[in-house]
Each structure stands twice: as structure tokens, then as C-alpha cells.
């Protein structure tokens, strides 16, 4: 199963993305996770992607490519995997089918959290009080999913218009998101088996 996470800030991706990996036994690759380690193993993309990061800039596609690429190479994603925070660029979108079409594979599916505009921010206000992180203010909120929201539109319509696009109400406890989630991909699994 090759599975792209998508979902607004605050939409619960990080923990959905380890619970759907568990679920279906493969690893969740996280671009974040990815910049880390190769940041903390000084890495020739580590060393790379450091200076863009030291200077709170995006790290340029191509750097993130590599990463991907390397990672999604090793030998716990041959079967699939599930990848967080990627792509994020249409230029991702074919790097990443040209990656995968190497090795004659292709994404299963696309599952978007959906979460309403107005709870995530709530969600987001309060995570700040309790973290006490006072930089997230509800403007600073609302213009992170404002960009959220320009920039995955096109990436949504592109995995729309392949038919892989899998919209997943985010909202309710872990466990009742987790099963709408594996409802939906279990079904997705069983309709590329049967295809096989």
C-alpha cells in the first residue's frame, strides 16, 4: 500500500500517519522526520538542507526529492509506505511518479483529513495555550490553512481528476478517524487486488 497523507494544520496527520502505517505494516515517511535524520547525520542533503533551515527557508525540491528518494528506496518501503508532507508542489507530484514509476509502482491512494475551517483553528488555539507557544496567534492560525488551502488546491484536483482522492472527516476521537480511514483504504486494497 503507497499511501499520501494530506490535511490542514491541526488535522491530526501526524497521529493518524503512525496509526494507518501500523495498520497496514508499512513505514510512515515524514518529510520533517526525513530532514532530521539527515541533518543529524550530517549527510551531504543534510548539510544541504541545514542551511535552509537554519535560515527558516524551504528546503528546495530538489534537495527534498533526493531525500524522498533515498528513503523511499530503503528496504522497509519496498512494500509500500505512507509519506507525510509529501509532495507538497505539483513538480512533487511528478517527481514523485517518475520515482515510484521507476520501480514500476504507483500511489494507492490520497486520503485528505477534512476538518472545518473554524474547529481547526480552535483546535490550534488551544494546542498554543497548552504548549504555551505564544506565537500562534488566531491570525497567524488562520493564514497557515489560508496557504494550506492555496497550495495542496492543486495537488487535491490532480489526485482528484486520477480517481485516488480519498476525502476522510477528521473529526472525532483518534480511534473513530483511524476507522473511517481504514474503511476506506481496506476497500481501496481489496479493489487493487482484485484488479491484480
Known amino acids: 500500500m503507497r499511501v499520501i497523507l494530506m490535511g490542514p494544520p491541526g488535522a491530526g ?5 503512525k496509526v494507518i502505517a501500523a495498520h497496514f505494516d508499512v513505514p510512515p515517511i515524514s518529510t520533517g522526520d526525513i530532514f532530521r535524520a ?8 543534510g548539510v544541504k538542507a541545514k542551511r535552509y533551515l537554519d535560515a527558516g527557508d524551504y528546503v528546495p525540491d530538489e ?22 508532507g509529501y509532495p507538497r508542489t505539483l513538480a512533487q507530484v511528478e517527481e514523485l511518479d517518475k ?3 521507476e520501480t514500476g509502482h504507483s500511489v494507492d491512494a490520497v486520503v485528505v483529513l477534512t476538518v472545518d475551517d473554524e474547529e481547526l483553528v480552535q483546535r ?15 491570525e497567524v492560525l488562520r ?5 494550506f488551502n492555496e497550495q495542496t488546491e492543486p495537488l487535491i484536483s490532480v489526485y482528484e ?7 476522510i472527516e477528521g473529526v472525532g476521537s483518534v480511534e473513530t478517524v483511524s476507522s473511517r480511514v481504514f474503511d476506506e483504504l481496506d476497500r481501496v486494497q ?4 482484485d484488479s491484480e
Open 13 to 17: 496527520k501526524g497521529t493518524q500517519a
Open 38 to 45: 539527515n541533518v543529524k547525520d550530517e549527510t551531504p542533503l
Open 63 to 84: 534537495v527534498t526529492n533526493l531525500m524522498v528518494r533515498d528513503r523511499i528506496d530503503e528496504a522497509d518501503a519496498v512494500d509500500g509506505f505512507l509519506l507525510d
Open 99 to 101: 520515482m515510484l514509476g
Open 124 to 138: 490550534l488555539l488551544n494546542r498554543a495555550h497548552v504548549e504555551g507557544r505564544v506565537d500562534d496567534t488566531e
Open 143 to 147: 493564514h497557515r490553512q489560508d496557504v
Open 161 to 167: 481528476d486520477r480517481g485516488l482522492l480519498h476525502r
Open 190 to 193: 481489496s479493489e487493487t487486488a
